[in-house]
Nanobody, 127 residues
Framework: QVQLVESGGGLLQAGGSLRLSCAAS????????MGWFRQAPEKEREFVAT????????NYADSVKGRFTISRDNARNTVYLQMNSLKPEDTAVYYC????????????????????WGQGTQVTVSS
């Protein structure tokens, strides 16, 4: 089992930066791909970023590429999402997710591959 707790959300103006953290419990964190997803009001959940269990491979949604950076610290059981140049359209609840399987060879951008989810943290960007 993996339990995830996100933190770091908040309200800020466009152009600002924010770093989200996701603390994981359980002994298998370091062997799981981790992802960030987001969901805006009345919209479907969408992929934001993912990082392999090794930390070597990452993938981003086109809408955040060049602005967001995902990273992980396996020693601290934590994954991060650094968000720069934030835009009002980035406003959403951000969810951290852990892969359902361990040691996945390729990172996944599809939410149904992630079996463990945090409670979410709100990010609101004003114009």
């Amino acid at each position: 089992q993996v339990q995830l707790v996100e933190s770091g959300g908040g309200l800020l103006q466009a152009g600002g930066s924010l770093r989200l953290s996701c603390a994981a419990s359980g002994p298998t964190f370091s062997s799981r791909t981790m992802g960030w997803f987001r969901q805006a009001p009345e919209k479907e959940r969408e992929f934001v970023a993912t990082i392999s269990w090794t930390g070597v491979n990452t993938n981003y949604a086109d809408s955040v590429k060049g602005r967001f950076t995902i990273s992980r610290d396996n020693a601290r059981n934590t994954v991060y999402l650094q968000m720069n140049s934030l835009k009002p359209e980035d406003t959403a609840v951000y969810y951290c997710a852990a892969d359902s399987v361990t040691y996945r060879g390729l990172v996944s951008k599809t939410w149904w591959d992630y079996g463990y989810w945090g409670q979410g943290t709100q990010v609101t960007v004003s114009s």
